[in-house]
């Protein structure tokens, strides 16, 4: 729990603490923002209570069947003091947060770890008193796990672009509502795009305002692992160590390519309206239904699944046709009519595409929001500078045969780094991940360490695999960075 002392700064009309959004099914008006308060978490510090209140762009409650549905909220820091210029360009008015927290915030304020999610994690990683379902991260974060609460402050978020309490395209754009007679018009496509760079950015900023000068661990997987990499590259003062898992420096085409099947089949759903469905009486359900299906196939791996389902039909009696048969495909339907009415369809689209453009050779050299910065003539990039000294004639390719670009992109990382890879993951191959260790160690930093595990759950290893995930993680998170034990491990 938060100490009372805690720093939340007061609503004013320049900062506030409000609720997050719960979402609505493919019948009624898509991502409706919840219209009352509910019991508040016991992590909300107590300074903060008392100006916790509903969203102001609450504007269609959900239907009465579906309220017993909604998760409580999560608690949302503002960061609208200033406006937040994106690294592609763009600002944004203001910029909220989501995030919930375990365990005490000591007085040094020195042991926060950052946890970082994936494309469709929410900030709820772990149960607590106000949302007792379980967490996405549930079995990791406690007393003595590898999140251990009885030693530091886990602090989990939502990505910038997100739909669960953080602004994305679902958020009421403040201009456009001015625009319309202050009806509460929703970003959709308007929404500047965004890089895990502006991602981690925006959580920093958070920090900042919460007075926390430095974190002792940054953790993720997949997306979140490369938000680590990119946190210690950004911020090399304010991170003691990281743990990235499932990750890359750089997204492969083969993974490009998944993601952009995803994001064909839904657009290609008339209800998707070019992203316009917000106030309409339709949702893209199929097309967000079928992209969770291709994700779900990027996520698991052929062994597990052989294990699981073999050639099993779902009823065997069943007249065989083109309908769902096999027990893999009605697995796959389920994941996919689960994801309707928990996620934002445009969330997808944006956050999907901040994985593809990520790429630790193009780290940039500027804050767009740092003015004495912007004085400047461009916002530019390690992988640019290295261009123009290099003289290199490439400007449009990542060579994946030569990794100098990566090399000095990642060599402002040099706290100490665990790295872990999954044989069976297709879709960050462990391959990846090596070239990560590589790369590091290449730029100077002697504090790696490469996990590989020899598992049969793919991509969410991370998620499933306990065990040696989280001794792994555990270790790195507790060893005297004074003695490090870099190296190459596999499990």
């Known amino acids: 729990m938060l100490k009372s002392g805690f720093r939340i700064r007061a609503p004013t009309n320049q900062t506030r603490l409000i609720l997050s959004r719960s979402h609505v099914t493919a019948t009624q008006k898509a991502l409706a923002t919840l219209a009352q308060p509910t019991t508040l978490p016991q992590h909300v510090p107590p300074s903060a209570r008392s100006v916790i209140r509903p969203s102001p762009t609450a504007a269609v409650p959900p239907s009465p069947p579906l309220m017993t549905d909604r998760p409580p909220p999560f608690l949302t820091h503002s960061l609208n003091i200033h406006p ?7 600002i944004l008015p203001s910029v909220d947060i989501a995030y919930e927290s375990w365990g005490t915030l000591n007085e040094r304020r020195d042991n926060v770890i950052l946890l970082t999610t994936g494309l469709s994690a929410s900030p709820h990683a772990k149960s607590h008193a106000g949302n007792r379902k379980d967490g996405w991260w549930e079995k ?9 609460t009885n030693k530091y402050h886990i602090i989990c978020t939502n990505v910038l672009g997100g739909c669960f309490g953080t602004t994305g395209p679902s958020s009421i754009d403040p201009i ?27 959580q920093f900023q958070m920090l900042d305002a919460l007075g926390i000068p430095k974190v002792h661990a940054v953790v993720g997987s997949s997306m979140g692992g490369m938000q680590a990499l990119a946190a210690a590259a950004l911020f090399p003062d304010k991170v003691d160590r990281i743990v990235s898992i499932s990750a890359a420096a750089r997204s492969h085409p083969y993974s490009i390519a998944l993601r952009h099947a995803q994001r064909q089949v839904l657009m290609s759903d008339p209800n998707w309206q070019n992203g316009n469905y917000y106030d309409s009486n339709t949702f893209p359900s199929q097309g967000l239904s079928l992209a969770r299906q291709i994700g779900t196939i990027t996520y698991r791996s052929g062994p597990e699944w052989e294990m699981r389902f073999g050639r099993k039909r779902a009823n065997p009696n069943a007249k065989r046709g083109f ?7 009605t697995y796959l339907e389920h994941q996919g009519k689960k994801w309707q009415g928990q996620y934002d369809p445009n969330s997808l689209l944006y956050i999907s595409r901040a994985m593809d453009m990520f790429d630790m050779a193009e780290r940039p050299l500027k804050d767009p929001n740092d003015m004495d910065a912007l004085q400047g003539p461009t916002v530019g990039s390690q992988r640019l500078m290295d261009m123009e000294n290099n003289n290199d004639n490439d400007h449009t390719q990542t ?70 995930v989280g001794s792994a993680v555990k270790g790195h998170l507790e060893i005297d960075i004074r003695h490090p034990v870099p190296g190459e491990w596999s499990i």
């Not at 937040?84 to 763009?90: A, E, I, S």
């Not at 509502?177 to 925006?202: C, E, I, K």
């Not at 990642?410 to 191959?429: E, H, N, T, W, Y």
């Open 140 to 148: 990791f974060i406690g007393p003595g796990l590898p999140l251990d």
């Open 84 to 90: 937040f210029k994106m690294h592609l360009g763009g």
């Open 176 to 202: 456009a509502t001015h625009q319309n007679n202050n009806s509460p018009t929703r970003y959709g496509l308007n929404f500047p795009m965004v890089t895990v760079w502006d991602m981690v950015r925006a």
């Open 399 to 468: 060579d994946y045969n030569h990794t100098h670009h990566l090399i000095n992109g990642m060599s402002a990382i040099q706290c100490p780094v665990l790295v872990i890879g999954v044989k069976s993951d297709f879709l960050i191959p462990s391959w990846q991940q090596k070239e990560i260790a590589t790369c590091l160690r290449a730029g100077g930093n002697h504090q790696v360490t490469h996990f590989e595990i020899d598992g049969v759950y793919g991509h969410d290893t991370f998620l499933l695999d306990f065990a040696n």
């Open 323 to 329: 309908k769902s048969d096999f027990m893999i495909e």
